[in-house]
């Protein structure tokens, strides 16, 4: 296997929840009102750092589309789909766009730890 090359954004991100890497910028979001089998879902512009597998036919709540899976390049996992073509013409608008399944990114802004917030009170209060 060849050396892996990934694509570094900057901006507001959506990373792979796997293994943390780039595949969007938030400025790229076109529908947050996408759903897929296993949950919620985003419609992106563009996104990097992925592959791409078999092309198929796949009947969709919207109907007929031919898509590819797409895979985080670093780690494999199935992060999504792209709509190669879609069958109807009020679909049109979806092809050569990504969906990202956002059970399977994390927003740039998460982190991986709890920060509190809340107001506290200082040691010399306490005593």
Not at 5 to 16: A, D, H, M, N, Q
Not at 36 to 59: D, H, Q, W
Not at 70 to 81: H, L, P, S
């Amino acid at each position: 296997m060849g050396r892996i090359f990934l694509v570094e954004l900057e901006g507001r991100t959506y990373k792979c929840k796997f293994c943390k890497t780039n595949l969007a910028l938030a400025e790229d979001v076109v529908s947050r009102g996408f759903h897929c089998r296993r949950g919620k879902a985003y419609l992106f512009s563009n996104v990097v750092n992925i592959t791409a597998g078999p092309v198929e036919e796949r009947m969709m709540l919207s109907g007929m589309h031919t898509v590819t899976d797409i895979f985080c390049v670093c780690c494999g996992q199935i992060v999504g789909w792209k709509y190669e073509t879609a069958h109807e013409q009020s679909q049109k608008y979806k092809e050569g766009k990504f969906v990202l399944e956002r059970g399977r990114i994390i927003d740039g802004l998460d982190s991986e730890f709890y920060i509190d917030t809340r107001p506290s009170s200082s040691d010399a209060e306490e005593a």
